[in-house]
């Protein structure tokens, strides 16, 4: 089981958790299996096609999924999944 | 003498204080340099007027408002920012005879506050549980309201990366041979943008890295992940690599920069030169580059550079360091 850690912003989908297990092989079956356990997360994730959410980011570990294989990028048990929302600089 | 004054005698003569914008020095960080072979530089973008690399910013958005009419004589500019460009803006402003307000959070160190007004800005606070967001938000509403600002907007306006493409990236390319990898911080994109796209034209093998802090993480006034911004600017695809840094690992490599190779940088640097140098152990050869964008004088008051890691780390859950 790798870990997901959950932003304040999402934590009141996940009951107040701000680290859940979740399963999967790949960074899409680790959110959508997050998404099935914890259903008010889905929509904040997820575009209607099923891509990732444009204003999210996801990090394996510390590095941006979208920098890597996207939803395909392989996880391992040890991985972390961390989910941010995007924010301004400057 | 002329072995220490290998580049220029001295940073130059300049008719402005706008003009003398730019033309920093790249400094060879040796202490940090993971292995032999692999050489780190840091662009010192803290020796602008201002102390922070948005002088180039500023001065490319309002000469460039200026030369396409976009800026009447005394027009109030206004535009959010988490500090620097503010300051940038508002001294370039104070020269140019603009009136200029600026849209910031509220849990920014003193020290930025001081310094807008210091060179004349008005300042509007946005809340600062919902960060640079919520600036972003309450300004473009402000602008939408009164059509008498102009608002450079940073986060789209493409005269922010092209003071990249023009400036820094061209001085890297003047001082080095080839740059195997270039670091910036990732803010409103125009370091990273402007910067990858002159240096990946000068060697497309050129890694392009992004550095960016954990703001998502300790921002707790967002209603959803809807609330997410992304600035126009940016361009995911030209990025090879994108790192996020904690607060915490940003200031012990602030402090580390400071007691081993002796700059005085501001926490964003931290968080970047740890990125830098991770890419610099990956490497088996090359230069790595990174890039300064502050001085540390504005986070003085945040005990960063004085107090141990364990007494900051309470602070370090809302402070706002970029």
């Known amino acids: 089981m790798s870990t997901v850690k959950i932003p304040p912003v999402l934590r009141s989908s996940t009951g107040g958790e701000k680290e859940v297990p979740a ?13 099935t356990a914890h259903p008010d997360t889905e929509r904040q994730l997820f575009q209607e ?3 990732l959410n444009r204003y999210v980011n996801v990090y394996l570990n510390d590095e941006d ?6 939803l395909d990028t392989p996880v391992k048990e040890s991985d972390t999944l961390v989910i941010l929302p995007a924010m301004a600089g400057g | 003498m002329d072995q220490f004054l290998q580049n220029r005698p001295c940073g130059g003569r300049y008719s402005d204080i706008i003009e003398a914008i730019g033309h920093t020095p790249l400094v060879e960080l040796k202490r940090l340099s993971p292995k032999p072979g692999v050489r780190i530089y840091a662009k010192l973008e803290s020796y602008n007027p201002t102390g922070s690399v948005k002088d180039r910013v500023a001065r490319s958005m309002i000469e460039d408002a200026e030369e396409r009419g976009l800026i009447r004589p005394g027009q109030t500019i206004l535009e959010p920012t988490s500090g620097n460009t503010g300051i940038s803006l508002a001294m370039i402003c104070s020269r140019k005879g603009y009136p200029i307000k600026v849209v910031m959070p509220d849990n920014v160190t003193e020290e930025r ?52 493409y023009e400036g820094t990236a061209v001085e890297i390319l003047d001082e080095l041979d080839e740059v195997t990898a270039f670091v910036g911080g990732l803010g409103t994109g125009g370091t990273l943008m ?15 890295v992004a550095a960016e802090p954990m703001q998502g993480e300790l921002v707790q006034g967002l209603r959803s992940l809807e609330d997410g911004f992304i600035p126009p600017i940016i361009d995911l695809s030209l990025l090879d690599r994108k790192i996020f840094v904690s607060n915490r690992d940003a200031v012990v490599w602030t402090k580390k920069l400071l007691a081993e190779e002796g700059l005085f940088v501001g926490v964003s640097s931290g968080a970047i030169a740890r990125v830098a140098v991770r890419v610099a152990s990956e490497l088996d050869e090359g230069n790595v580059v990174f890039l300064v964008a502050d001085d540390g004088w504005k986070y003085l008051s945040s005990g960063v550079y004085t107090k141990p890691i364990e007494e900051l780390e309470e602070s370090l859950e809302t402070a706002s360091f970029w």
């Open chain 2, 194 to 208: 402007g910067n990858g796209r002159r240096l990946k034209e000068a060697n497309p093998d050129t890694l392009l």
């Open chain 2, 113 to 164: 506050t001081q310094l807008l007004k210091m060179y004349g800005a008005e300042i509007v606070y946005s809340p600062g549980e919902q960060g640079s967001n919520g600036a972003v938000a309450m300004a473009l509403e402000m602008a939408a309201a009164d059509s008498s600002y102009y608002m450079p907007y940073q986060y789209g306006n493409e005269a922010n990366p092209r003071a990249h």
């Open chain 1, 49 to 51: 096609d099923g891509s």
């Open chain 1, 65 to 70: 999924v979208r920098v890597l294989d996207g």
């Open chain 1, 23 to 35: 399963d999967g092989s790949n960074v899409g079956e680790v959110l959508r299996q997050l998404a």
